[in-house]
C-alpha cells in the first residue's frame, strides 16, 4: 500500500444487522429501479426492410445506420423499436439515437467486422487524454451512443458477437495503431437499459457507459475466452446511478471495473463514479478480479454497493487498485454476501498499479482509499 492513504475498515459481520455501521448506505430494493418501465415503442421496423442479410458475409452497416436513420423521425413520438430477427447479421460500428429500443431476436447474431476500417477511429476519452493502450485516438465501438436518452438494447438473449480474436492477434502481435474498440460504449447518455442479451468476445471491455447517469444492466450473460486480453465485462466510468443485476461474467479481464478516469486527465476532467449498486452477479476470470475499483479512478469512485455475489475458478475476488499520479479517492464502498469458490485471493489492495498515460502525471497525486466495508465473504 506504499505511496496511498489509507483508511479502511475491513469487517466481517457475522452477527448483527449488516451494514448497521456504514452511515451512508441507504437500505435500497435489491432490484434495479427502472423510471421507464417496461418501454413500448409505438413505432418498429425489422432491418431486413433496410437490405440487411443475416448471412454472416454480407456487411450491413449501411442497413443498420439507414434504419436508425429513418427511426430517427419517430424519436419525438414515443421512440422506435429496430428489430433484429434470427440470422447473422455482419456490421462495423453503428451509432444510436434517443428513444430507441434495438431488440434481438432469439438466434439473432450481430457480427462485428474483423475489418479494423469498418470500427472508425474517433477522439480519446477527455479523461482519459489519450486511447487506453496506444496515444491518440481509439477505435469507435461496435454499437455506440453520445449525448442520448432513453435507450434501450434488449431481446430474447440474442447475441452481439465482436469477433474479438483478430483484435486480440493484432494486440499480441503489437501492429494496432489505435486502442481497440469497445463492443458497447454510451457516452454522455442517460435513461439507459440493456438487457436479456448475450455479449462474446469483445475486442476489449465489453460494455463501457462513460459520463453516464441511470443506466441499468440486467439479466445479461458476458463471455470472452479466459485468456483474452483486457476483455473486461462491464466498465462505469464516470458514471452514476448504474445498477448491474443478475448477470454472469466469463472473461479474460475484470468482470466489473469501476472507473473514473487516468491521472492528469481525470483528474483534471474531475467527473466522478457515484452510485453503482451490483446485485447477484456470478462469474469468473482466471487472471484478474471479479469486481475491481480502478486502476483508472482518478475522477474519484463513491458509493458503491455489491451484494450476493459468487465468483469461482479465479485469481481475485474483489480488487482496489491504484497508483501515485493517480489522485482521486475511493470511498464508502459496502460489499457483502460474497460467495468465493476456488479463488486465489479474496481481497486485494494495490498501491503501486502503474500504467500513466504520459510522462506527465503529478506523482505527488496520492490517491485517498476510505471507508471500505466488505463483509460476509465464505467459500
Ligand atoms: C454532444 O454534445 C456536445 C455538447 O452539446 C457537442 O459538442 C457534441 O458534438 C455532441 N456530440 C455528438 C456526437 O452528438
Ligand atoms: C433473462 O433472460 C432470459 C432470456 O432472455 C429470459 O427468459 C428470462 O425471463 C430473463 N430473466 C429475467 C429475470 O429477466
Ligand atoms: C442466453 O444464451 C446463452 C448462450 O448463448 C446462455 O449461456 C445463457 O444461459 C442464456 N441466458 C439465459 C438467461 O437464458
Ligand atoms: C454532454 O452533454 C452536455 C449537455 O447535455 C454537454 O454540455 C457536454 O459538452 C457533453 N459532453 C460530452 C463529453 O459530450
Ligand atoms: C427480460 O425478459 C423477461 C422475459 O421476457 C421480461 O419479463 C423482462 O421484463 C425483461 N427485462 C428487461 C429489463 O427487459
Ligand atoms: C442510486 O441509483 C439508483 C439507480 O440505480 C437510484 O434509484 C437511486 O435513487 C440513487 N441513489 C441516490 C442517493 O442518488
Ligand atoms: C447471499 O447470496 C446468495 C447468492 O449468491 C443468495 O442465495 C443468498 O440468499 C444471499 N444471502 C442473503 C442473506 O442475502
Ligand atoms: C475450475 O477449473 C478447473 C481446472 O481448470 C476445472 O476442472 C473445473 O471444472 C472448473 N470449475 C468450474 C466450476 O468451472
Known amino acids: 500500500m506504499v505511496g496511498v492513504k489509507v483508511a479502511a475498515a475491513l469487517a466481517n459481520v457475522i452477527d448483527g444487522a449488516p451494514g448497521c455501521d456504514v452511515p451512508w448506505l441507504i437500505r435500497g430494493s435489491s432490484h434495479c429501479k427502472r423510471a421507464n418501465s417496461a418501454v413500448i415503442r409505438p413505432h418498429s421496423v425489422t432491418i431486413t426492410e433496410f437490405g440487411a442479410v443475416g448471412d454472416g ?48 431476436d432469439k438466434d439473432a447474431v450481430i457480427l462485428g467486422s474483423t475489418n479494423s476500417d469498418d470500427w472508425p ?46 483484435w486480440w492477434n493484432w494486440f499480441h502481435a503489437k501492429t494496432l495503431k489505435y486502442t481497440r474498440p469497445h463492443l458497447v460504449e ?30 441499468i444492466v440486467q439479466n445479461v450473460t458476458i463471455r470472452a475466452p479466459l485468456d483474452s486480453p483486457n476483455t473486461d465485462g462491464i466498465d462505469p466510468d464516470s458514471s452514476d446511478d448504474v445498477c448491474i443485476e443478475d448477470c454472469y461474467i466469463s472473461t479474460g479481464d475484470d468482470l466489473i471495473a469501476i472507473k473514473s478516469g ?50 469461482y475458478n479465479s485469481s481475485t475476488g474483489i480488487r482496489i487498485k491504484t497508483s501515485p499520479g493517480r489522485g482521486g479517492y475511493v470511498r464508502n464502498i459496502y460489499m457483502s454476501n460474497i460467495t468465493l469458490t476456488d479463488v486465489k485471493v479474496a481481497i486485494r489492495f494495490t498501491g503501486h498499479y502503474g ?18 466495508t466488505i463483509e460476509d465473504v465464505r467459500r
Open 57 to 104: 458475409l454480407t456487411l450491413n452497416t449501411k442497413a443498420f445506420q439507414n434504419a436508425i436513420f429513418y427511426l430517427n423521425s419517430f424519436a419525438d413520438k414515443g421512440g422506435a423499436k429496430l428489430f433484429v430477427p434470427a440470422g447473422r447479421w455482419l456490421t462495423g460500428s453503428f451509432d444510436l439515437i434517443s428513444h430507441l429500443t434495438l431488440w434481438l
Open 121 to 166: 477511429v474517433v477522439d480519446p476519452l477527455p479523461s482519459y487524454g489519450q486511447g487506453r493502450e496506444l496515444p491518440g485516438g481509439r477505435h469507435r465501438s461496435l454499437i455506440y451512443g453520445h449525448n442520448l436518452t432513453d435507450v434501450v438494447i434488449t431481446g430474447d438473449n440474442g447475441t452481439i458477437d465482436g469477433q474479438g480474436s483478430i
Open 186 to 215: 454510451l457516452m454522455n447518455s442517460s435513461g439507459i437499459v440493456i438487457s436479456n442479451l448475450t455479449f462474446i468476445n469483445s475486442p476489449f471491455w465489453t460494455v463501457h457507459p462513460v459520463y453516464c447517469s441511470h443506466v
Open 262 to 311: 487516468w491521472d492528469e486527465y481525470g483528474i483534471s476532467y474531475g467527473r466522478p463514479c457515484r452510485n453503482i449498486t451490483i446485485h447477484r452477479l456470478v462469474g469468473q476470470t482466471r487472471t484478474s478480479a471479479g469486481i475491481a475499483i480502478g486502476s483508472e479512478m482518478s475522477g474519484g469512485v463513491s458509493e458503491v454497493r455489491a451484494e450476493n455475489i459468487q465468483f
Open 355 to 372: 500504467e500513466h498515460p504520459d510522462e506527465h502525471y503529478d506523482p505527488e497525486a496520492l490517491p485517498i482509499i476510505e471507508r471500505i
